[in-house]
């Protein structure tokens, strides 16, 4: 199950080098963790979590595979995107085969490096990307509801509830709303998330300091933080020039240069979680003497959903599920402890997965 966070921004915002700083994060994980494949475009990085290396340590695993994050760095973005101007056409499609948006915003003074508005203004930016957005939702909605008109006098149930989404959307959006502010039961959820609308997608703003401001913020992310909770967005500070430092150092120096800069981890790390929260995603493990692993679901899976992650014979022949609430399996010393002391659980269909479960699934064929 892949997770995709696409990188947005307007040029010269440091969204490329974020991108870099993340990728070559990507290769240098590339020896410890399998399945780490980076394409020019695509960076798969681990999701920073230390309940996992605790497991690894008390179970004596050989190997600590952790849970994955994919970031697509999508096509430069530039004012008449939703109209094709630039890459628009080719930056709409990346940002629909996405999960959720990281969006760079300018949050440093540089007169070196030029804005494309000649002014810092992030929130203005945000703008810019948003409008964009909208109006290629709108285009999509329109040609949409064209193409549904025979279907829905026909009487087809699905087609009469796609147009009655659609429409939706798009009164939200002529009130120069996103379509993410529209409220849809629970019915029509399923259908909702098919009609791949832009402005459905959630958004993290990621504000790009200077190495001066990366411990404290600045007016300008200040400013972004403002904007991101009355809208109910994600908001992280970074700055892409010490992420790209750190990048190319050891473990080892890159945490005294960290600490050098006032800094308690990585900004990547905050990005890379806060992409994973803004998805609702949770983590549960699977823990043994081969591996201890993580994996990735939505919060609300039930146990054979959670067993399907791993292969999807287990989710069809789920019997039950064995299960350790973290903070159990580390204060008993492991599985036989937590055992001996009751705090294993037998969970059957109906249980809704923690985060942080350690699971061991029983299942037929």
């Known amino acids: 199950m892949g997770f995709k966070t696409g990188i947005v921004g307007l040029p010269n915002v440091g ?4 991108f870099n700083a993340l990728t070559r994060t990507a290769a240098a994980q590339a020896a410890n963790f399998p399945f780490c494949t980076i394409e020019p475009n695509v960076g798969e990085v681990a999701v920073p979590d230390a309940r996992l290396d605790k497991l690894a340590e008390i179970a004596g695993s050989k190997q600590t595979i952790p849970t994955r994050m994919t970031f697509v760095d999508i096509a430069g973005l530039v004012k008449g995107a939703s109209k094709g101007e630039g890459l628009g056409n080719q930056f709409l499609a990346n940002i629909r ?24 203004d992030p929130v203005a930016d945000a703008e810019v990307i948003e409008t964009e957005l909208m109006l290629a939702d709108m285009e999509s909605i329109e040609k949409r509801l064209a193409g549904l008109v025979r279907k829905v006098r026909g009487g087809d149930k699905e087609a009469v509830q796609q147009e009655r989404l659609l429409k939706a959307a798009l009164a939200a959006l002529e009130d120069g709303k996103p379509a993410r502010t529209v409220e849809v039961d629970e019915d029509d959820e399923k259908a909702w998330n098919g009609l791949q609308l832009l402005t459905t997608k959630p958004i993290l703003y990621v504000c790009n300091v200077s190495e001066d401001d990366a411990a404290t913020g600045n007016a300008h992310s200040r400013a972004v933080q403002d904007m991101a909770a009355r809208e109910g967005a994600g908001a992280v500070v970074i700055s892409a020039r010490i992420e790209e430092e750190i990048a190319q150092l050891e473990p080892d120096e890159a945490q005294m240069f960290l600490e050098e800069m006032g800094l308690h981890e990585a900004g990547l790390d905050r990005l890379i979680r806060a992409g994973y929260e803004l998805l609702g995603l949770i983590t549960y493990f699977t823990v043994g003497p081969k591996e201890a692993r993580a994996w990735t679901i939505r919060a609300g899976t039930l146990a054979p959903q959670a067993a399907g992650v791993i292969h999807g014979d287990f989710e069809k022949g789920f019997i039950r599920a064995e299960t350790i609430a973290y903070d159990d399996f580390v204060a008993c010393g492991g599985e036989t402890g937590a055992r001996d002391a009751g705090k294993m659980r037998i969970e059957g269909k109906t249980y809704v997965v923690r985060d942080g479960d350690v699971m061991h699934f029983l299942h037929s064929g």
Not at 15 to 18: A, E, F, I, R, V
Not at 110 to 116: E, F, I, L
């Open 97 to 120: 085969e996405c999960d959720a948006i990281a969006h760079v915003l300018r949050c440093f003074e540089d007169g070196d490096v030029t804005h494309v508005e000649g002014r810092v």
């Open 15 to 18: 969204k490329s080098t974020l």
